[in-house]
């Protein structure tokens, strides 16, 4: 059986635009660093703004939703305790310099079900980088 680690670790740019759908996750536990910028934060209803170096603890089943507060592009890389997640966020997401081709609403909910994941309203939970 080949080792996994214990936790996962992505990276993403959001642009000036860019936001996140309010979403859960069902088992998986999220924290998010600012690396670079300012990012607003909604947990369960209540808004926090997260400069650079700001860590946010996310305990799996509160609802979540990310969106850039800054005038630049904000780097955040993302945590997840579940090995295997990054399964998940591939299927909504693209390489750095590929066009982002979205995903069936049948692909969607079959990844949705796969990450156990539910989203307050209709909507990707990552919006890619478009330019």
């Known amino acids: 059986m080949p080792f996994r680690p214990a936790s996962l670790l992505l990276a993403a740019l959001l642009t000036l635009l860019a936001q996140s759908q309010t979403h859960k996750h069902l088992h998986e536990d999220e924290v998010i660093f600012v ?28 609802w ?23 399964n998940c966020l591939r299927a909504v997401s693209s390489r ?15 990844v949705r079900e796969e990450c156990h994941e539910v989203m307050r309203n209709s909507g990707f939970s990552i919006i890619p980088d478009v330019n």
């Open 35 to 62: 690396h670079k910028g300012a990012v607003r934060v909604t947990l369960n209803d209540r808004l926090y703004e997260a400069g650079t170096g700001a860590t946010v603890f996310i305990p799996h089943g509160n």
């Open 96 to 110: 750095p310099g590929e066009k982002f081709s979205a995903p069936s609403a049948e692909r969607m909910k079959a």
């Open 64 to 86: 979540i939703g990310v969106e850039n507060a800054s005038t630049e592009t904000a780097t955040i890389l993302f945590f997840f305790n579940k090995p295997a997640f990054e």
